[in-house]
């Protein structure tokens, strides 16, 4: 099953490296070594890390506009610095993953499922 | 005629329950992959049962019979999910398919026993504690909801919601249902001991209920330790377990005057010891120890072990149960570990090397533990004026109304001496 690993700090840093760091390219060749892996496993689905939460622009249509908010405006989104899509086999394979992640040292790792096959988000029938 | 033979089978389906509902749970989340639809069909199965058995007479094989039941509950159960356009899995997809095999089971000893599986997903970590707890009475125990919500002093309702939500959870978040392999075996096992040692501290030191014992739930924790002993039995903590709940146990007859209210061990009536249950849990100590694995519940034990031993509070090797606390205390760093390991060291070097360790404990928590102890150390040291203000101080913070009559009483009696 598919999760969304939801990458978020605690601290000021508003990132997945800390710019003050020394040692960031030893954290950064640890976010390489992970998704090798996860190519090479086939449970990678995706992932990026985010612009600092001062870029977002939050929508929401109300009375028929369009009514834009700048900054975050869904719940605590601000900390979140990235993002993995895994296919794993179950919860205890995500953990596994997410445990690998640098951040979760001095952040938190979301682990969140992913509802499949919703009719929702599924397209129109062949 | 009729009314005696439903009565009986009544009973035999209530036995089978108790003893097989965790069983039967086990093989159907195995078969089916959804906690809830399992447990459903159990319960279904359950209710089938009450019915037949007694029109019918019992099945030479119940386990068999409620499993089977249940698999075909599950079916109708997931028929009615497709006519109502709810999505079904694909294990359920091939349950519904017309190629469906028969089971092949006849008896009750040809069901694979999946009940490790079925404890090591109502334990998962990834469950908050209290949930586990919930979870695992209801499914490898068997305890109804309102008997689980009747023991943790909740409405049914809560607990049914509790419940309801755990299952969901379990099947939303992908928990899995598996043993865990080799190397977090051990780790995984901490929180199936924790689970089993919450039913029964819970039932052994009731806060709000009015009998201070809950025999159930004590009950309930001894069968399950027992049951992850029977199932991995070289393993060292398990039966370490298993040993303190036994030797716990075995002192019940005595912790409960006639009036109701607690009797503390340096006053409990030794003769009422059940000395099988002692020499039991003795022996599943010392396997324990030949597995050259210690750990907390192992240490838990052999201090109870050391009282169990001994014919009065003067005569226990206070020594050796100072040594085992100050071994188990970084393992275990809990208050109430902290305090008996005080009063345990005031008994062997005086009274006060144990409170120059109670002095160092953080008292902020409004427990009545810290101060009764301080009280009964002082009173052992003569000062008796303020061991009754110390015992004075405990009945004011005791959580059960006995507990702190009982103080109260204390206090009379060592301000008396004085």
Same mark, same amino acid.
């Given at each position: 099953?598919? $999760? ?84 794993? $086999? ?37 | ?18 003893? +097989? ?46 499993? +089977? ?174 040993? /303190? ?82 071994? /188990? ?90």
């Amino acid at each position: 099953m598919k $999760y969304l690993l939801l990458l978020g700090v605690d601290g000021p840093i508003d990132g997945l490296v800390d710019p003050a760091n020394s040692d960031n390219h030893a954290v950064l060749a640890q976010y390489q070594a992970l998704r090798r892996d996860l190519e090479d496993s086939g449970s990678w689905c995706g992932g990026e890390a985010l612009q600092p939460a001062m870029s977002a622009t939050g929508l929401r249509i109300r009375g028929r506009r369009v009514v834009l908010h700048d900054g975050p405006t869904v719940g605590s989104s601000d900390r979140i610095v990235g993002y993995y899509l895994v296919d794993c $086999y179950d919860l205890d394979h995500a953990i596994e993953v997410s445990a690998r992640i640098p951040i979760a040292e001095h952040g938190t790792v979301e682990i969140r499922p992913v509802r499949e096959q919703h009719p929702a988000m599924q397209g129109p029938a062949p | 005629m009729s009314g005696e033979r439903q009565e009986g089978a009544q009973r035999l389906v209530e036995r089978t329950m108790r003893e +097989s509902h965790g069983r039967a749970v086990a093989v159907l989340v195995g078969q089916l992959r959804d906690f809830d639809l399992a447990e459903e069909a159990v319960q279904d199965a359950w209710v089938d049962a009450l019915r037949t058995w007694g029109r019918d007479g019992p099945p030479d094989n119940p386990v068999a019979w409620v499993v +089977s039941t249940a698999r075909r509950r599950a079916i109708d159960r997931l028929r009615r999910r497709q006519r109502q356009d709810r999505l079904v899995n694909s294990v359920g997809e091939e349950l519904l398919g017309a190629t469906t095999p028969e089971l092949d089971w006849v008896t009750d000893d040809d069901i694979p026993d999946e009940r490790l599986r079925l404890i090591f997903t109502c334990c998962h970590p990834a469950i908050a504690p209290e949930s586990r707890v919930a979870l695992t009475l209801r499914s490898v125990a068997g305890l109804t909801t309102r008997e689980i919500a009747r023991a943790f002093a909740t409405s049914e309702t809560t607990m049914q919601q509790r419940i309801v939500r755990t299952k969901q959870r379990v099947t939303t978040a992908g928990i899995p249902y598996r043993v865990p392999e080799a190397d977090e075996l051990h780790e995984r096992l901490q929180s199936v001991h924790s689970v089993i040692y919450a039913v029964f501290t819970e039932g052994y030191a009731a806060t709000e209920h009015p009998d201070f014992v809950r025999v159930d739930l004590v009950d309930e924790a001894i069968r399950l330790a027992e049951l992850v002993c029977s199932l991995l039995p070289d393993e060292a903590e398990s039966l370490g377990l298993l040993a /303190l709940l036994l030797l716990h146990d075995a002192r019940r007859p005595s912790r409960v005057d006639n009036d109701g209210s607690l009797v503390l061990l340096e006053d409990q009536d030794r003769s009422t010891w059940d000395h099988d249950l002692i020499e039991r849990g003795n022996a599943i100590l010392e396997r324990a120890g030949a597995l050259g694995r210690p750990g907390p519940f192992q240490l838990q034990a052999a201090i109870a072990a050391l009282h169990s031993q001994a014919p009065s509070v003067e005569e226990t090797d206070w020594v050796q149960v100072a040594a085992l606390f100050e071994v /188990l205390l970084p393992l275990w760093p809990s208050q109430s570990a902290r305090i008996a390991h005080a009063v345990a060291v005031g008994m062997a070097d005086g009274p006060d090397a144990g409170l120059t360790l109670l002095d160092r404990l953080s008292d902020d928590d409004g427990n009545a533990r810290p101060m009764a102890a301080r009280g009964h150390l002082l009173e052992r040291a003569g000062r008796t004026k303020e061991a009754a203000v110390a015992f004075e101080a405990a009945a004011d913070s005791a959580r059960h109304s006995r507990e702190a009559e009982r103080l109260r009483r204390r206090a009379k009696d060592t301000g008396q001496l004085t």
